[in-house]
T-cell receptor, first 110, second 113 residues
Framework: DVKVTQSSRYLVKRTGEKVFLECVQDMDHENMFWYRQDPGLGLRLIYFSYDVKMKEKGDIPEGYSVSREKKERFSLILESASTNQTSMYLC?????????FGSGTRLTVV | RKEVEQDPGPFNVPEGATVAFNCTYSNSASQSFFWYRQDCRKEPKLLMSVYSSGNEDGRFTAQLNRASQYISLLIRDSKLSDSATYLCVVNPYLIQGAQKLVFGQGTRLTINP
């Protein structure tokens, strides 16, 4: 089974901090994605990467950046965390059979 | 207009009932269609793909109507364990060969004993 691992399940950070969310997949997938999920808004795509060092903006990239230095690892960076970035963050990798998600990181910015 | 629209529910039905979810999508060029299931405080997981001819997996049946841009999921003989949020998911296009999936808000289903 494909495994997508997110490094933290819960995080609490202060406003203005730089935050790193890490995601690792073990199936050599080329495509990886970061979503955030909020009540009433569903899942929204922040960024995705289709190859090492390659990235594309999703629907809500503002306030975020990403890094993909190795194929298995895709990092989401909050440059200066704000309270409106409090959310559930989900990483996924994909094959032609669909996406596999990590278990999510619930980030609270105080 | 949202790219993928679902009735958010909640749906509360008794065990053993048949329940149907509907979903519409706005991009007529969409290529692939899926239903995902998300349990409370868990990540979404693929339930089934949806094919033009319709497809069935045990008690679950998915249908696609491209002309009406409409997808459905039918659950027969519902079980308590079917309680979850069901996400309608559409792939409107490929970017650099990557499927960019768009998710509906989800429909919350509770099966009551």
């Amino acid at each position: 089974d494909v495994k997508v691992t997110q490094s933290s399940r819960y995080l609490v950070k202060r406003t203005g901090e730089k935050v790193f969310l890490e995601c690792v997949q073990d199936m050599d997938h080329e495509n990886m994605f970061w979503y955030r999920q909020d009540p009433g808004l569903g899942l929204r795509l922040i960024y995705f990467s289709y190859d090492v060092k390659m990235k594309e903006k999703g629907d809500i990239p503002e306030g975020y950046s990403v890094s993909r230095e190795k194929k298995e690892r895709f990092s989401l960076i909050l440059e200066s965390a704000s309270t409106n970035q409090t959310s559930m963050y989900l990483c996924a990798s994909s094959s032609s059979y669909g996406y596999t998600f990590g278990s999510g990181t619930r980030l609270t910015v105080v | 207009r949202k790219e993928v629209e679902q009735d958010p529910g909640p749906f509360n039905v008794p065990e053993g009932a048949t329940v149907a979810f509907n979903c519409t999508y706005s991009n007529s060029a969409s290529q692939s269609f899926f239903w995902y299931r998300q349990d409370c405080r868990k990540e979404p997981k693929l339930l089934m793909s949806v094919y033009s001819s319709g497809n069935e997996d045990g008690r679950f049946t998915a249908q696609l109507n491209r002309a009406s841009q409409y997808i459905s999921l039918l659950i027969r003989d519902s079980k308590l364990s079917d309680s979850a949020t069901y996400l309608c998911v559409v792939n409107p296009y490929l970017i650099q060969g990557a499927q960019k999936l768009v998710f509906g808000q989800g429909t919350r289903l509770t099966i009551n004993p």
